[in-house]
């Protein structure tokens, strides 16, 4: 489970996010939504420990982020904003790397390895070097490295830019899988389907708050609209500079 409470984050002057409440479930998926600007990466890469809360408390599984980071990272597979592949590395060397951040060894890694790049199905990339891959290859990577601990909590930063259609169902899958085994999933997204599609519980953020929370179902009542896009652009209260 993440919980935050009273989260606040400036850079100077701009208030990034702004005291901020939001709780993550166990055995659910978790949508943060929201225009460009509302404050959602700078809430997850609160949330992963990238940088310190100027106010509030961010715990993962109870642990405490700013005071306990490496307790809580071990409960984290985090997918940031930023990919940062190493270019001469294989996608094999990757998640080994990761593997043994994460403790893993010997027989045990080898088999995480094995599971976690049949997720994409990615057995042509195993052993090719990550410089020249596509964006959308890269991002198999990239979310393959956050799995391999079979992590309880998992973070995810608009994690199905640059997939194609197929890898993108296999990640919804996946996700599913994933909640219906009892992990907590909270992601962000600006695709309307897939927060609609996924979703058991949706915070649209707008100037670094939270405007609505609830199921989709719940949001298009309370905006009185029939879809989930409809309805997120009169809860944030313009139809400008929304990003879908």
Do not use: W
Request: hydrophobic share 40%; charged share 25%.
């Amino acid at each position: 489970m993440i919980e935050v409470a009273n989260l606040c984050k400036r850079f100077g002057d701009v208030v990034a996010v702004d005291h901020l409440s939001l709780t993550a479930a166990d055995g659910s998926i978790t949508g943060l939504l929201g225009p460009n600007g509302a404050g959602k990466t700078t809430t997850l890469r609160t949330l992963y420990g990238l940088q310190e809360p100027d106010e509030g408390v961010v715990t993962v599984d109870g642990i405490n982020v700013t005071t306990d980071l490496i307790e809580a990272t071990k409960r984290m597979g985090i997918f940031p904003d930023s990919i940062g592949l190493y270019d001469r590395l294989t996608t094999r060397e990757h998640l080994h790397f990761y593997g043994e951040m994460h403790g893993l060894r010997g027989a045990e890694l080898q088999a995480a390895i094995e599971r976690t790049q049949s997720y994409f199905v990615m057995d042509d990339l195993l052993d090719r070097r990550c410089k020249g891959f596509s964006h959308g290859q890269k991002m198999k990577v990239a979310l393959s490295r956050a799995l391999i601990h079979q992590p309880q909590n998992l973070l995810l930063d608009e994690p199905t830019n640059g997939l194609d259609v197929m890898s993108i169902r296999l990640l919804r899958a996946l996700l599913s899988r994933l909640r219906d085994e009892g992990r907590c999933i909270l992601f962000s997204s600006h695709v309307m389907q897939e927060v609609s599609a996924l979703c058991d519980h949706i915070y649209i953020m707008t100037d670094g708050s939270v405007a609505a929370e609830g199921t989709p179902e719940e949001l298009c009542r309370q905006a009185g609209e029939e879809t989930l896009e409809d309805a997120f652009v009169k809860l944030i209260g313009t139809d400008e500079g929304v990003a879908l």
